[in-house]
């Protein structure tokens, strides 16, 4: 299951608890936690990205059944430096890839991962974000991580 994957191998290891939304032409399947994007591109559907929405955790939503039954319960908010960290120890790198605006990217080289950081949890300035507040996505919170060949490339 990835990358060339079909929807009835998601559906076989993810199940039917999910949102089909048809697109326009580029079918997305929504598991809470993780979206899948498929293309029929001249032949049947297939996956050819996939993203992971960290920030919907805070909430306490959208753990497929099955990573629940994989890993058990998961924590309501995945902190950056620790993601890094674990990515660094498996010897890969990551780079910074677009430091401008509210939410930072970076990139893992090695699988064509992009990871989204929240840099400003307060991007309007009202002054009403408290950081101490365990509900509030605080800066350093990964926002999203997301994977395809077609959105990113690998050789950038």
């Known amino acids: 299951m990835g990358i060339g994957s079909g929807p009835g191998d998601w559906e076989a290891v993810w199940g039917t608890d999910c949102v089909d939304d048809p697109g326009a032409g580029l079918p997305r399947r929504d598991y809470g936690l993780v979206e899948v994007s498929f293309s029929a591109d001249g032949g049947p559907l297939s996956c050819f990205g996939s993203s992971v929405q960290a920030h919907r955790l805070i909430h306490g939503r959208g753990v497929p059944p099955a990573l629940l039954r994989a890993y058990g319960d998961v924590a309501p908010r995945a902190r950056f430096e620790e993601v890094r960290a674990g990515i660094l120890a498996l010897g890969c790198t990551v780079e ?20 989204f950081v929240v840099d400003d949890p307060d991007p ?12 509030l996505h605080q800066a350093g919170d990964i926002w999203s991580s997301s994977v395809s060949p077609a959105w990113w490339g690998r050789s950038r």
């Open 124 to 135: 309007y300035g009202d002054g009403g974000h408290d950081v101490h507040d365990p509900e």
């Open 96 to 115: 910074p890839d677009d430091l401008s605006g509210d939410v930072h990217r970076y990139r893992v080289p090695e699988s064509g991962v992009r990871v």
